[in-house]
């Protein structure tokens, strides 16, 4: 079970930021989103359209939606933006925006192409670099799961929504039950596959929540991500909000999504670092055939309603583990510390990320 391409999910611009107090100019979200799409991640995580007063930091989600359907950011290949939505408020919100200024509307220009694209041998699978992409015709372990490839440069754009494993996360999320989150997502859904938007489910506090301890039943989410997918999710997202994870409960849940009939290409692991163990549990998760992983440049993040619980594993760390097992990425290191470190200087915070420290003090 040698590691190939491994697709990493870069959530930093919604879940890094969304738990800052400080409020973050949109100019600097912005810059954040540009300067990941020039590192050779492939989807980006830019914002939620969730309710400002549940979450402030996010209310500006909207222009920065506008500024990357103006002005997509320059990339050497196609970018998937996600946004993240817990309603059909939320959808409406994305979609004034997105079908206003988005894809067959005139205010959408297609960027030239890159110089690094008709330059780069990164499109020959060949190569031993770790940081050479796949091919185009490498298949879902290129584009994900969700089908979100494309020729050119012109980005792509991808829902989220969320649910969690147990009850009373949920109502301290997004106030309904675990059942009504489903319901909510009925029609979100059908209005995502009439536009022919790819949908990701997020299923947070897998393998621990905050309010019912440590011992979440796998069971409980392997049901919930057949549930999902059977609505029509194109990928489900496994939270380890808490970071409570450790390698033999990340191993026990994901044999039981496997035994649930839940296909490795179908998920993605998204992992925080509480207690030190994200690393550890992503390479578990890697060993089991997963190769879709979400993580937040500089270890930025947490969850404003999961008490105590700590940013995502840093991306920096994961790329930097990933390649030394022989995967590839895309991602450059070298580029990618260059924006953990600045972006830990524009919220005044310690950069997480050890690989991204030391490679900037290389
Ligand atoms: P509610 O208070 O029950 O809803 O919140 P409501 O319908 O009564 O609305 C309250 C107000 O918000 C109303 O405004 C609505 O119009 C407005 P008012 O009439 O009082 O002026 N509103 C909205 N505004 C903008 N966008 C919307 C929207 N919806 C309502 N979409 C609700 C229910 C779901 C809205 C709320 O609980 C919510 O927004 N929750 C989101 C919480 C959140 O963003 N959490 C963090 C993201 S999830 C996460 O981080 C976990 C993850 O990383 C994985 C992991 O690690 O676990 C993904
Ligand atoms: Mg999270």
Redesign the pocket.
């Known amino acids: 079970n040698r590691p190939d391409f491994v697709r990493i999910v870069e959530?930093g611009p919604r879940?890094g930021l969304?738990n800052e107090k400080q409020s973050i100019p949109v100019a600097t979200k912005v810059e954040l989103v540009n300067r990941l799409a020039r590192t050779g991640l492939r989807t980006i995580e830019a914002g939620?359209?969730?309710?400002?007063?549940?979450?402030p930091q996010?209310a500006n989600s909207s222009e920065i939606l506008e500024h990357v359907l103006a002005s997509p950011p320059r990339s050497p290949h196609p970018i998937t933006y996600q946004w993240?939505?817990?309603?059909a408020?939320?959808l409406d919100?994305f979609l004034s925006v997105w079908q206003s200024k988005g894809p067959g509307q005139s205010a959408y220009p297609t960027p030239p192409p890159s110089p690094v694209e008709e330059e780069s041998p990164v499109l020959n699978t060949s190569s031993q670099d770790p940081n050479a992409m796949p091919s185009e015709s490498s298949g879902a372990e290129a584009t994900g799961t969700s089908g979100s490839t494309s020729s050119g440069t012109a980005p792509q754009h991808e829902l989220?929504i969320?649910t969690?494993a147990t009850e009373t996360f949920t109502q301290k999320?997004?106030?309904?039950s675990i059942a009504e989150s489903l319901q909510r997502f009925e029609p979100i859904m059908a209005r995502a596959k009439e536009l022919g938007l790819p949908m990701r489910a997020?299923i947070?506090?897998a393998l621990g929540c905050p309010f019912e301890g440590p011992n979440v039943d796998p069971h409980k989410v392997a049901s919930l991500a057949v549930s999902l997918l059977e609505m029509g999710a194109d990928e489900i997202?496994v939270?380890d909000?808490t970071g409570m994870g450790t390698a033999p409960k990340t191993a026990e849940l994901l044999k039981t999504l496997t035994a649930a009939g839940v296909e490795n290409a179908d998920l993605a692991l998204?992992f925080?670092d509480t207690y030190g163990q994200a690393l550890v549990n992503s390479v578990v998760a890697l060993e089991h055939g997963i190769r879709t992983f979400d993580a937040a440049v500089a270890g930025l993040g947490g969850?404003?309603?999961?008490p105590g619980a700590t940013g995502n594993v840093s991306t920096e760390d994961l790329v930097h583990c990933f390649h030394s097992l022989g995967a590839r990425t895309g991602v450059d290191i070298e580029a990618l510390s260059e924006v953990g470190g600045w972006i830990s200087g524009e919220l005044g915070r310690v950069n997480e990320s050890r690989a991204g420290k030391a490679t900037l003090a290389q």
Do not use: E, I
């Open positions: 959530v879940d969304q939620s359209f969730v309710s400002p007063k549940w979450v996010m993240l939505l817990p309603n408020r939320g919100n989220s969320f969690a999320n997004t106030n309904c997020y947070s506090v997202s939270a909000t998204h925080h969850c404003p309603f999961s």
